[in-house]
C-alpha cells in the first residue's frame, strides 16, 4: 500500500538566502538580525512565525556558514511557554562567538496583556536552551512592550532591553533596563533607566545600544518633541554605569539636522569601546524630499558627544526611502551599515536596500549598494542590517520577503551569499621561496613564478600560486589550507583543502582528495575534479563555466552569473543550480544524483533521480525520464514532470501547480491548496490537504488517490481512491466511475457523481453516501451507514448493525447482499439476498423481496410492509407479517410460521409430500380453531382475521402438514 509518510529533507540551500525551512508567508522573518563578531554566524528573527497552534509566537533561527552555504543551527529559538501574538524575535541579538542569542517580544503577555519580556539562549554543542527565566520588568503595565529592542555583551552576560510604550507617568514615554547574569539568575542591575524630565510620547528604548563591557548605553527616543514644538524630532539618551547607578551623559544627543517627523533615534548602534555612536533618523527630510532620511556618526571627546563629518548623502535618494531605519557600525567606526527599506529599485517600488560608507579621514564614502539582484517590490530589505565586526560580512532583512541576505566584501566589490573567508583573496604577508617554510602558524605564502615548493606546516595556511609547476607540501591534518591560483592547469597538491582562481587563471584540476575548487570571478573557467569527493563552485560575474566533477561523490554549485555546464560522474552527485540556463550532464546508472534549483524556469537534466527548489524558485521541468521533483517549501511552486513516470512532491504553501504530464505519474499535494493533474497515463495522487484538487480527463489511464487530509475533495477523473493517516471525510464528483475505499478506522464518504460509485468499507464505521449514478456499497466489518441515490444500487451487508436506506421513486431495482445473520433490509430495497454463510434475513419498513441462501437452508421475517419471500432447495422458514405477500419456498421441506397478526400471504408451491408445513405454534391455537376451505384451483386456510392461501393445491393437505 502507498502512504505518505516520506520524508523530503533540504541538504542544502542557497548561499544567498537566509529562509526558515518551515516558514509561511507572513512570518516577517528577516525583520531582525544580526551577526557575530566573525561575520560566520547570523541570527534571524520571524515575529509572526506560528509556532504550532500559537499563531503569531514568533521565532528566531541561527545560522552558519559552513564553508559553501548557510546551514541553520538547531531549532527555532522560542520559548516553550509561548503563545498566540507574543511576537518573539522583532528584536533579535548574538553574541561574538554566536553561541548565545537574545530575543525580544514585545507583545508576551506574562502577567498582563502586551507587557513583553526577553529570553537568553545559550547553544549547548547540540540545542539551543533557554538560560534563565524570562527577563521582564518588575512594575510592568500592560501595552509596556518590554523587549521590542534589544542589545546584548560579547560574552552574553549582560544585556539591555527597550520598552518604547511604557507609560509611567505618561503615556508612551518609554524606558530600558540592564540585565547582567550573575551565574543562576538574571540580575537587573540599578532602577528603570530614563530621564526624569521625560514626557509622554518620546519612546525612549524604541532602539539602544551598549559597549563591550556593559557599562555605557545609549537609547534611543524618536518620538521626542523639539524645545519649538516639533513633533517627533527624536534625540538619544547616553547612560554611564558608575558602578551604583546610571548616570546620564548631559542632556540629550539631538541631531545635527532634525526637524519634524525625523524620528532621529529610531536606530542606534555603538563601538565595543563606546566611543562611536550611529543613529538614524528615517523620517528625516532632505532636499524638501519627506521621509528621505538620513544618519548620523558621532564620537565622545571625553565630554561630549562630537558629530564626525558631515551625515552620509545618498545621491540617488527619494521621498520616503526611510535610510536609516535600520543601522549598523564596524567595531573601529571606521565602517557603517545603513537600511533604506522603502528605497525603489530598478522600478520595484520598496524593495529596499542597505549601504556601506568608509569615513575616509574627512568625510563619509559610500562602499557599496546592496540589495537582492532577484529583489522584488515590496520586500523592505533594509527594514534591519548587520555588520560583522571588521565590516567586510554583512546581512540585510527583506521582512516582507520573508528572508535575509548576506553580503561580503572580497576587496573590490560586495558579493551575495557567501561569508567574507570565502570572498577574500590573502594578504600577502610572506615571501617564500622554494622549499619555503613549514612554521605552525597561519601562514601566507608565494611562489616566485619558477616552479616552486611551498610548505605551510600546522596552520591555516594559503598560498599564492604563480606557476603551474608550483607544489605544496602540506601532511593530513595540518590546517584548512587555501590555494590562491593565477595561472592555467594547476594541479591542486594533496591535503590541500580548497583552490581559488584568481587574476587571469581560467582552468584548475583537483586532487586525488576531497577538493574545494571556485572559479574566477571575472573570466569564464574549467574547473575539474577527480577522485575524490570534490566541490566545485563557479562564483563567475559572466561568460561560461565548465564544472566536471570525477568519479566521486561530488558537489558542484553555479554561478548565478555565468552561464554553467556541471559535469556528474560515477557517484552520488549533488548540484546547485542558480541560474535557469545551467546544464547538467550525467550518464545513466551514474549514482544517485540531486540537484538543487534556486531559480525560476529551469529544465532538468537526464539521469538526475532528484530535484529540489529552495531559495526563491517557484518553477522547475523535469527531462524526458523518470524525475523526483520537490517543491520550494516556502514558495508557491509550479513542478512539470515531462513524459518520464515523475514523482512530484508538493510541499506546504498555498498555490502549487503539480503537472505531471505523460507517463505513470505520483503527485503529492502539500498541506494547503494544490492543483494536481497528471495528464496521459496511470496516475496516482497523494492528497495531504483539504483543498488539494485533481485535475484528470476521461481516458487518461486508470488514476489512483490516496486521501490523507481530514477533509478531502475529490474531483477529477480518478478511478480509484483510498482514505488513509487521518482522513476521515471525502466528497467525490467528476466524470467517470470510482471506487473508493474507506480509511480503516472509519470514514463519511459523499458522492455526488452522475456514474457509479463503489464504496468499499474496512472495519471502522463508516458513512456512505451515494450520487445519482448507480452506486454499490461494499460494507466492511465495522457499523456502516448506506445512503443510496436514484439509480439502482448495491448493497454488501458485512455486519448486522449497518443500516442501507435508498431513495424513494428512484430508477431501477435496488439490491442487498446480507453476508452475516440477522441484518434488517432499510427503507426502499427492492431485493435482498442471503449469500456466504448468512441464514437469517428480515424485511423492513417498505415493500421487499426476500431470498434465502442458495446453499444453506434459511429463515427469512416479514417485515412492516409487504414482503415477498423465496426459498432455495433446503428446508427454510419463513415468517408471514402483517401486511402480507408471496412465498415461493422451493425445493425441501420449508416451514411457514404464522403470527397473530399476519395479513394474508400466499404461498405459490406448497407441497406437503415433500415435508412443507404450516406452523401455528407461537398463536397458542389448536386445530379447531383452523379451518381448511378448497376454492376452485386454491386452498385456503384461514385463523381468525389472518388466512394463507396455498395456491394450486386443489385438495386440502393432511393435518400432519399443521404443527400447533
Same mark, same amino acid.
Given at each position: 500500500?502507498?502512504?505518505?509518510?516520506?520524508?523530503?529533507?533540504?541538504?542544502?540551500?542557497?548561499?544567498?538566502?537566509?529562509?526558515?525551512?518551515?516558514?509561511?508567508?507572513?512570518?516577517?522573518?528577516?525583520?531582525?538580525?544580526?551577526?557575530?563578531?566573525?561575520?560566520?554566524?547570523?541570527?534571524?528573527?520571524?515575529?509572526?512565525?506560528?509556532?504550532?497552534?500559537?499563531?503569531?509566537?514568533?521565532?528566531?533561527?541561527?545560522?552558519?556558514?559552513?564553508?559553501?552555504?548557510?546551514?541553520?543551527?538547531?531549532?527555532?529559538?522560542?520559548?516553550?511557554?509561548?503563545?498566540?501574538?507574543?511576537?518573539?524575535?522583532?528584536?533579535?541579538?548574538?553574541?561574538?562567538?554566536?553561541?548565545?542569542?537574545?530575543?525580544?517580544?514585545?507583545?508576551?503577555?506574562?502577567?498582563?496583556?502586551?507587557?513583553?519580556?526577553?529570553?537568553?539562549?545559550?547553544?549547548?554543542?547540540?540545542?539551543?536552551?533557554?538560560?534563565?527565566?524570562?527577563?521582564?520588568? *518588575?512594575?510592568?503595565?500592560?501595552?509596556?512592550?518590554?523587549?521590542?529592542?534589544? %542589545?546584548?555583551?560579547?560574552?552574553? @552576560?549582560?544585556?539591555?532591553?527597550? %520598552?518604547?510604550?511604557?507609560?509611567?507617568?505618561?503615556?508612551?514615554?518609554?524606558?530600558?533596563?540592564?540585565?547582567?547574569?550573575?551565574?543562576?539568575?538574571?540580575?537587573?542591575?540599578?532602577?528603570?533607566?530614563?530621564?526624569?524630565?521625560?514626557?509622554?510620547?518620546?519612546?525612549?528604548?524604541?532602539?539602544?545600544?551598549?559597549?563591550?563591557? #556593559?557599562?555605557?548605553?545609549?537609547?534611543?527616543?524618536?518620538?521626542?518633541?523639539?524645545?519649538?514644538?516639533?513633533?517627533?524630532?527624536?534625540?538619544?539618551?547616553?547612560?554611564?554605569?558608575?558602578?551604583?547607578? !546610571?548616570?546620564?551623559?548631559?542632556?540629550?544627543?539631538?541631531?545635527?539636522?532634525?526637524?519634524?517627523?525625523?524620528?532621529?533615534?529610531?536606530?542606534?548602534?555603538?563601538?565595543?569601546?563606546?566611543?562611536?555612536?550611529? %543613529?538614524?533618523?528615517?523620517?528625516?527630510?532632505?532636499?524638501?524630499?519627506?521621509?528621505?532620511?538620513?544618519?548620523?556618526?558621532?564620537?565622545?571627546?571625553? *565630554?561630549?558627544?562630537?558629530?564626525?563629518?558631515?551625515?552620509?548623502l545618498v545621491a540617488d535618494g527619494e521621498a520616503g526611502d526611510g535610510f536609516g531605519g535600520a543601522v549598523s557600525i564596524s567595531a573601529n567606526g571606521m565602517t557603517i551599515l545603513v537600511g533604506a527599506s522603502g528605497d525603489d529599485?530598478?522600478?520595484?517600488?520598496?524593495?529596499? *536596500?542597505?549601504?556601506?560608507?568608509?569615513?575616509?579621514?574627512? $568625510?563619509?564614502?559610500?562602499?557599496?549598494? =546592496?540589495?537582492?539582484? @532577484?529583489?522584488?517590490?515590496?520586500?523592505?530589505?533594509?527594514?534591519?542590517?548587520?555588520?560583522?565586526?571588521?565590516?567586510?560580512? &554583512?546581512?540585510?532583512?527583506?521582512?516582507?520577503?520573508?528572508?535575509?541576505?548576506?553580503?561580503?566584501?572580497?576587496?573590490?566589490?560586495?558579493?551575495?551569499?557567501?561569508?567574507?573567508?570565502? $570572498?577574500?583573496?590573502?594578504?600577502?604577508?610572506?615571501?617564500?621561496?622554494?622549499?619555503?617554510?613549514?612554521? +605552525?602558524?597561519?601562514?601566507?605564502?608565494?611562489?616566485?613564478? &619558477?616552479?616552486?615548493?611551498?610548505?605551510?606546516?600546522?596552520?591555516?595556511?594559503?598560498?599564492?600560486?604563480?606557476?603551474? +609547476?608550483?607544489?605544496?607540501?602540506?601532511?593530513?591534518?595540518?590546517?584548512?589550507?587555501?590555494?590562491?591560483?593565477?595561472?592555467?592547469? !594547476?594541479?591542486?597538491?594533496?591535503?590541500?583543502?580548497?583552490?581559488?582562481?584568481?587574476?587571469?587563471?581560467?582552468?584548475?584540476?583537483?586532487?586525488?582528495?576531497?577538493?574545494?575548487?571556485?572559479?574566477?570571478?571575472?573570466?569564464?573557467?574549467? =574547473?575539474?575534479?577527480?577522485?575524490?569527493?570534490?566541490?566545485?563552485?563557479?562564483?563567475?560575474?559572466?561568460?561560461?563555466?565548465?564544472?566536471?566533477?570525477?568519479?566521486?561523490?561530488?558537489?558542484?554549485?553555479?554561478?548565478?552569473?555565468?552561464?554553467?555546464?556541471?559535469?556528474?560522474?560515477?557517484?552520488?552527485?549533488?548540484?546547485?543550480?542558480?541560474?535557469?540556463?545551467?546544464?547538467?550532464?550525467?550518464?545513466?546508472?551514474?549514482?544517485?544524483?540531486?540537484?538543487?534549483?534556486?531559480?525560476?524556469?529551469?529544465?532538468?537534466?537526464?539521469?538526475?533521480?532528484?530535484?529540489?527548489?529552495?531559495?526563491?524558485?517557484?518553477?522547475?521541468?523535469?527531462?524526458?525520464?523518470?524525475?523526483?521533483?520537490?517543491? @520550494?517549501?516556502?514558495?508557491?511552486?509550479?513542478?512539470?514532470?515531462?513524459?518520464?513516470?515523475?514523482? =512530484?512532491?508538493?510541499?506546504?504553501?498555498?498555490?502549487?501547480?503539480?503537472?505531471?504530464?505523460?507517463?505513470?505519474?505520483?503527485?503529492?499535494?502539500?498541506?494547503?491548496?494544490?492543483?494536481?493533474?497528471?495528464?496521459?497515463?496511470?496516475?496516482?495522487?497523494?492528497?495531504?490537504?483539504?483543498?488539494?484538487?485533481?485535475?484528470?480527463?476521461?481516458?487518461?489511464?486508470?488514476?489512483?488517490?490516496?486521501?490523507?487530509?481530514?477533509?478531502?475533495?475529490?474531483?477529477?477523473?480518478?478511478?480509484?481512491?483510498? =482514505?488513509?493517516?487521518?482522513?476521515?471525510?471525502?466528497?467525490?464528483?467528476?466524470?467517470?466511475?470510482?471506487?473508493?475505499?474507506?480509511?480503516?478506522?472509519?470514514?463519511?464518504?459523499?458522492?455526488?457523481?452522475?456514474?457509479?460509485?463503489?464504496?468499499?468499507?474496512?472495519? #471502522?464505521?463508516?458513512?456512505?453516501?451515494?450520487?445519482?449514478?448507480?452506486?454499490?456499497?461494499?460494507?466492511?466489518?465495522?457499523?456502516?451507514?448506506?445512503?443510496?441515490?436514484?439509480?439502482?444500487?448495491?448493497?454488501?451487508?458485512? @455486519?448486522?448493525?449497518?443500516?442501507?436506506?435508498?431513495?424513494?421513486?428512484?430508477?431501477?431495482?435496488?439490491? $442487498? !447482499?446480507?453476508?452475516?445473520?440477522?441484518?434488517?433490509?432499510?427503507?426502499?430495497?427492492?431485493?435482498?439476498?442471503?449469500?456466504?454463510?448468512?441464514?437469517?434475513?428480515?424485511?423492513?419498513?417498505? $415493500?421487499?423481496?426476500?431470498?434465502?441462501?442458495?446453499?444453506?437452508?434459511?429463515?427469512?421475517?416479514?417485515?412492516?410492509?409487504?414482503?415477498?419471500?423465496?426459498?432455495?432447495?433446503?428446508?427454510?422458514?419463513?415468517?408471514?407479517?402483517?401486511?402480507?405477500?408471496?412465498?415461493?419456498?422451493?425445493?425441501?421441506?420449508?416451514?411457514?410460521?404464522?403470527?397473530?397478526?399476519?395479513?394474508?400471504?400466499?404461498?405459490?408451491?406448497?407441497?406437503?409430500?415433500?415435508?412443507?408445513?404450516?406452523?401455528? *405454534?407461537?398463536?397458542?391455537?389448536?386445530?379447531?380453531?383452523?379451518?381448511?376451505?378448497?376454492?376452485?384451483?386454491?386452498?385456503?386456510?384461514?385463523?381468525?382475521?389472518?388466512?394463507?392461501?396455498l395456491q394450486g393445491l386443489t385438495a386440502p393437505p393432511p393435518d400432519t402438514a399443521f404443527v400447533f
Amino acid at each position: 500500500m502507498l502512504t505518505s509518510g516520506k520524508k523530503i529533507t533540504e541538504v542544502y540551500v542557497s548561499a544567498s538566502v537566509l529562509v526558515a525551512s518551515d516558514f509561511r508567508f507572513g512570518d516577517r522573518f528577516g525583520y531582525a538580525v544580526d551577526l557575530s563578531e566573525d561575520g560566520l554566524t547570523a541570527i534571524v528573527g520571524g515575529y509572526l512565525d506560528d509556532i504550532g497552534t500559537k499563531t503569531d509566537q514568533g521565532s528566531a533561527r541561527v545560522f552558519d556558514w559552513n564553508g559553501l552555504a548557510w546551514v541553520q543551527r538547531g531549532d527555532p529559538l522560542t520559548p516553550t511557554d509561548g503563545r498566540a501574538t507574543d511576537h518573539f524575535g522583532e528584536a533579535v541579538a548574538i553574541s561574538a562567538d554566536g553561541r548565545t542569542a537574545i530575543i525580544g517580544g514585545g507583545q508576551n503577555d506574562v502577567t498582563v496583556r502586551d507587557q513583553g519580556s526577553a529570553r537568553v539562549f545559550d547553544w549547548n554543542g547540540s540545542a539551543w536552551v533557554q538560560r534563565g527565566g524570562p527577563l521582564i520588568a *518588575s512594575d510592568a503595565d500592560v501595552g509596556d512592550h518590554f523587549g521590542e529592542a534589544v %542589545a546584548m555583551s560579547p560574552d552574553g @552576560n549582560t544585556v539591555v532591553i527597550g %520598552a518604547a510604550d511604557d507609560s509611567g507617568r505618561s503615556a508612551q514615554r518609554g524606558s530600558a533596563r540592564v540585565f547582567d547574569w550573575n551565574g543562576t539568575e538574571w540580575v537587573q542591575r540599578g532602577p528603570i533607566i530614563y530621564p526624569s524630565g521625560a514626557f509622554g510620547g518620546e519612546e525612549i528604548g524604541a532602539s539602544v545600544t551598549m559597549s563591550s563591557d #556593559g557599562n555605557l548605553i545609549v537609547l534611543g527616543a524618536p518620538g521626542k518633541y523639539s524645545s519649538s514644538g516639533s513633533a517627533d524630532v527624536g534625540v538619544l539618551y547616553a547612560y554611564a554605569w558608575n558602578g551604583s547607578a !546610571w548616570i546620564i551623559q548631559g542632556s540629550y544627543i539631538p541631531a545635527l539636522i532634525g526637524g519634524e517627523d525625523a524620528r532621529f533615534g529610531s536606530a542606534v548602534a555603538m563601538t565595543p569601546d563606546g566611543r562611536t555612536i550611529l %543613529a538614524g533618523a528615517p523620517g528625516q527630510m532632505v532636499d524638501n524630499k519627506a521621509g528621505h532620511g538620513s544618519v548620523q556618526v558621532l564620537d565622545w571627546n571625553g *565630554s561630549a558627544w562630537i558629530p564626525r563629518g558631515y551625515p552620509p548623502l545618498v545621491a540617488d535618494g527619494e521621498a520616503g526611502d526611510g535610510f536609516g531605519g535600520a543601522v549598523s557600525i564596524s567595531a573601529n567606526g571606521m565602517t557603517i551599515l545603513v537600511g533604506a527599506s522603502g528605497d525603489d529599485v530598478n522600478g520595484k517600488a520598496n524593495q529596499g *536596500s542597505a549601504r556601506v560608507f568608509d569615513w575616509n579621514g574627512g $568625510a563619509w564614502i559610500e562602499r557599496g549598494f =546592496l540589495t537582492p539582484a @532577484n529583489g522584488t517590490a515590496g520586500a523592505g530589505f533594509g527594514t534591519s542590517v548587520a555588520l560583522s565586526a571588521n565590516g567586510r560580512s &554583512a546581512v540585510v532583512g527583506g521582512p516582507l520577503d520573508n528572508s535575509a541576505r548576506v553580503f561580503s566584501w572580497d576587496g573590490m566589490q560586495w558579493i551575495e551569499g557567501v561569508a567574507a573567508d570565502a $570572498a577574500t583573496a590573502p594578504p600577502v604577508v610572506a615571501y617564500a621561496g622554494p622549499g619555503a617554510g613549514p612554521t +605552525d602558524g597561519n601562514d601566507s605564502l608565494h611562489g616566485t613564478g &619558477a616552479g616552486d615548493e611551498l610548505r605551510g606546516g600546522l596552520g591555516d595556511d594559503r598560498y599564492l600560486i604563480n606557476d603551474s +609547476d608550483d607544489r605544496i607540501i602540506e601532511n593530513p591534518g595540518e590546517g584548512n589550507d587555501s590555494a590562491y591560483v593565477t595561472v592555467n592547469g !594547476w594541479v591542486v597538491s594533496a591535503h590541500v583543502e580548497a583552490a581559488y582562481l584568481r587574476e587571469g587563471a581560467n582552468s584548475l584540476q583537483g586532487s586525488d582528495g576531497n577538493d574545494i575548487l571556485v572559479s574566477n570571478r571575472l573570466i569564464s573557467s574549467h =574547473l575539474q575534479g577527480h577522485g575524490g569527493d570534490d566541490t566545485l563552485w563557479g562564483i563567475g560575474m559572466g561568460g561560461t563555466e565548465l564544472l566536471e566533477g570525477g568519479d566521486g561523490d561530488d558537489l558542484m554549485i553555479s554561478s548565478a552569473a555565468a552561464v554553467a555546464t556541471m559535469v556528474g560522474g560515477a557517484g552520488d552527485d549533488r548540484y546547485v543550480v542558480n541560474k535557469a540556463d545551467a546544464v547538467i550532464v550525467e550518464q545513466p546508472e551514474e549514482g544517485n544524483d540531486t540537484a538543487w534549483v534556486t531559480v525560476s524556469g529551469w529544465t532538468s537534466g537526464h539521469h538526475i533521480e532528484t530535484v529540489y527548489l529552495t531559495g526563491l524558485a517557484t518553477s522547475v521541468t523535469g527531462s524526458d525520464g523518470n524525475d523526483v521533483l520537490v517543491a @520550494n517549501r516556502s514558495y508557491a511552486s509550479n513542478l512539470n514532470g515531462g513524459e518520464g513516470d515523475d514523482t =512530484l512532491w508538493g510541499m506546504s504553501v498555498s498555490g502549487e501547480q503539480l503537472n505531471g504530464g505523460a507517463g505513470n505519474d505520483t503527485l503529492h499535494s502539500g498541506i494547503f491548496r494544490s492543483t494536481l493533474a497528471g495528464g496521459i497515463g496511470d496516475d496516482v495522487y497523494i492528497l495531504n490537504g483539504a483543498l488539494a484538487e485533481i485535475v484528470e480527463r476521461p481516458g487518461e489511464g486508470y488514476d489512483t488517490a490516496w486521501l490523507n487530509a481530514y477533509t478531502t475533495q475529490v474531483h477529477g477523473n480518478v478511478e480509484l481512491a483510498y =482514505l488513509i493517516g487521518s482522513a476521515k471525510v471525502a466528497y467525490l464528483s467528476g466524470e467517470g466511475d470510482i471506487e473508493v475505499v474507506s480509511n480503516s478506522l472509519g470514514a463519511e464518504i459523499t458522492s455526488f457523481k452522475q456514474a457509479t460509485t463503489t464504496f468499499w468499507g474496512q472495519g #471502522g464505521t463508516d458513512v456512505f453516501k451515494g450520487g445519482a449514478g448507480s452506486n454499490v456499497f461494499q460494507s466492511g466489518s465495522g457499523v456502516t451507514t448506506m445512503t443510496g441515490g436514484a439509480s439502482a444500487d448495491i448493497y454488501i451487508i458485512r @455486519n448486522a448493525l449497518s443500516s442501507a436506506t435508498d431513495v424513494e421513486g428512484g430508477q431501477g431495482i435496488d439490491r $442487498a !447482499w446480507a453476508t452475516v445473520d440477522g441484518w434488517t433490509v432499510g427503507d426502499h430495497i427492492e431485493e435482498a439476498y442471503l449469500t456466504e454463510t448468512a441464514t437469517l434475513l428480515c424485511g423492513g419498513q417498505t $415493500a421487499v423481496a426476500l431470498v434465502a441462501n442458495a446453499l444453506l437452508a434459511s429463515t427469512l421475517i416479514a417485515g412492516g410492509a409487504r414482503t415477498d419471500m423465496y426459498g432455495s432447495d433446503y428446508a427454510d422458514a419463513f415468517v408471514i407479517g402483517t401486511e402480507g405477500g408471496t412465498i415461493r419456498g422451493g425445493g425441501g421441506g420449508d416451514t411457514i410460521r404464522l403470527g397473530s397478526l399476519a395479513d394474508r400471504a400466499t404461498v405459490l408451491d406448497f407441497n406437503a409430500a415433500e415435508g412443507d408445513r404450516v406452523d401455528f *405454534s407461537s398463536l397458542g391455537i389448536g386445530r379447531d380453531a383452523v379451518q381448511v376451505l378448497v376454492e376452485g384451483s386454491d386452498t385456503l386456510v384461514s385463523y381468525g382475521t389472518g388466512g394463507l392461501l396455498l395456491q394450486g393445491l386443489t385438495a386440502p393437505p393432511p393435518d400432519t402438514a399443521f404443527v400447533f
